[in-house]
């Protein structure tokens, strides 16, 4: 079972509580999965590739309008598997249709309405209901493992543009964008478990902050363990370079003939040569920034006697 469906199943587990918020989410799946026949008798078709998802819609349907609902396998010779698809019909067909917006109520008849009725979404509750209603119709989500990107593919730019209004009153920046000429919706990183969390997918989002976490958690160790491993790489360098500095100083006078200091520092670099700078500074039981200056004195010594 993929990420998408097992968000879309816990989704569809969420009874709205109020007929407002039903009739909300129903406009959201109406406008991303619906298809129309109008005529004498209107009719709405609903496809998913999820059937938990058509019976959920059944259910809102049936909840709020007197209709007939048949509910089917659609094979589709591009698909391996079928769509589940629900048929609605019924004298409340077309009540449905202008009570979530996708058709405007005037006085010569009805339209077709542009954009989502603000009455529809003016409760931040049925805000909510309407975009798990528009994900569980058209969305799809990445599994954690694999990356942090969730989508909502849109019929126009305009819905797309509105879904983002809406998406960000609540907080997360969702963005719009086109894929091979299809509108459509995304988050990504933190964005999508904060959108999960507003849907009321928590499980879903539980399960992809924790794997967020841990892979954050990894990256963050492997960067750290690289730079110890540079770090390593420049100790080791620097130890050889105050090594061959030392040998070359006492290639020319005798090391104790170097101030106390100097002379001191010298003895334990050549008898710790793979000590760090704090280890050198301990065994001489000064700070870490006067074993470094002594150090630095040695190195420009060697360069000074240097033929």
Same mark, same amino acid.
């Given at each position: 079972?993929?990420?998408?469906?097992?968000?879309?199943?816990?989704?569809?587990?969420?009874?709205?509580?109020?007929?407002?918020?039903?009739?909300?989410?129903?406009?959201?799946?109406?406008?991303?999965?619906? =298809?129309?026949? !109008?005529?004498?008798?209107?009719?709405?078709?609903?496809?998913?590739? #999820?059937?938990?998802?058509?019976?959920?819609?059944?259910?809102?349907?049936?909840?709020?309008?007197?209709?007939?609902?048949?509910?089917?396998?659609?094979?589709?010779?591009?698909?391996?598997?079928?769509?589940?698809?629900?048929?609605?019909?019924?004298?409340?067909?077309?009540?449905?249709?202008? @009570?979530? /917006?996708?058709?405007?109520?005037?006085?010569? /008849?009805?339209?077709?309405?542009?954009?989502?009725?603000?009455?529809?979404?003016?409760?931040?509750?049925?805000?909510? %209901?309407?975009?798990?209603?528009?994900?569980?119709?058209? $969305?799809?989500?990445?599994?954690?493992? =694999?990356?942090?990107?969730?989508?909502?593919?849109?019929? =126009?730019?305009?819905?797309?543009?509105?879904?983002?209004?809406?998406?960000?009153?609540?907080?997360?920046?969702?963005?719009?964008?086109?894929?091979?000429?299809?509108?459509?919706?995304?988050?990504?990183?933190?964005?999508? &478990?904060?959108?999960?969390?507003?849907? $009321?997918?928590?499980?879903?989002?539980? #399960?992809?902050?924790?794997?967020?976490?841990?892979?954050?958690?990894?990256?963050?160790?492997?960067?750290?363990?690289?730079?110890?491993?540079?770090?390593?790489?420049? =100790?080791?360098? %620097?130890? !050889?370079?105050?090594?061959?500095?030392?040998?070359?100083?006492?290639?020319?006078?005798?090391?104790? @003939?170097?101030?106390?200091?100097?002379?001191? &520092? %010298?003895?334990?670099?050549?008898?710790?040569?793979?000590?760090?700078?704090?280890?050198?500074? @301990?065994?001489?039981?000064? /700070?870490?920034? /006067?074993?470094?200056?002594?150090?630095?004195?040695?190195?420009?010594?060697?360069?000074?006697?240097?033929?």
């Amino acid at each position: 079972m993929s990420f998408s469906t097992e968000i879309k199943e816990e989704l569809c587990r969420l009874r709205p509580r109020t007929e407002a918020e039903r009739r909300a989410q129903l406009a959201g799946l109406t406008r991303t999965c619906a =298809t129309l026949r !109008l005529g004498r008798a209107a009719q709405v078709l609903y496809q998913s590739e #999820s059937a938990a998802v058509v019976r959920h819609i059944a259910q809102l349907a049936t909840s709020l309008y007197t209709l007939e609902a048949v509910i089917m396998r659609r094979e589709q010779a591009h698909r391996r598997t079928p769509l589940a698809a629900l048929a609605l019909s019924g004298a409340d067909c077309r009540r449905l249709l202008i @009570d979530t /917006g996708v058709l405007g109520q005037e006085a010569d /008849g009805v339209s077709f309405a542009m954009r989502i009725p603000d009455a529809l979404v003016s409760d931040p509750e049925c805000r909510r %209901a309407f975009l798990r209603g528009a994900f569980l119709g058209s $969305g799809s989500c990445s599994a954690p493992a =694999t990356g942090y990107h969730l989508e909502i593919v849109c019929r =126009t730019e305009a819905f797309a543009a509105e879904l983002v209004s809406l998406i960000r009153t609540f907080g997360p920046q969702a963005r719009a964008t086109s894929r091979r000429g299809r509108p459509l919706i995304y988050l990504k990183g933190e964005e999508v &478990a904060g959108f999960l969390a507003l849907v $009321g997918a928590s499980a879903a989002a539980l #399960s992809f902050e924790d794997t967020r976490t841990v892979r954050d958690y990894r990256n963050y160790l492997n960067r750290r363990n690289n730079c110890e491993t540079a770090n390593i790489g420049k =100790t080791i360098n %620097a130890g !050889l370079d105050q090594l061959r500095a030392i040998e070359a100083i006492e290639a020319r006078m005798p090391l104790t @003939d170097l101030p106390a200091p100097l002379y001191e &520092a %010298a003895r334990l670099r050549l008898a710790h040569p793979d000590a760090t700078l704090q280890e050198l500074a @301990d065994l001489a039981e000064i /700070g870490k920034s /006067g074993m470094n200056h002594r150090l630095a004195r040695l190195m420009r010594l060697a360069a000074e006697l240097d033929p």
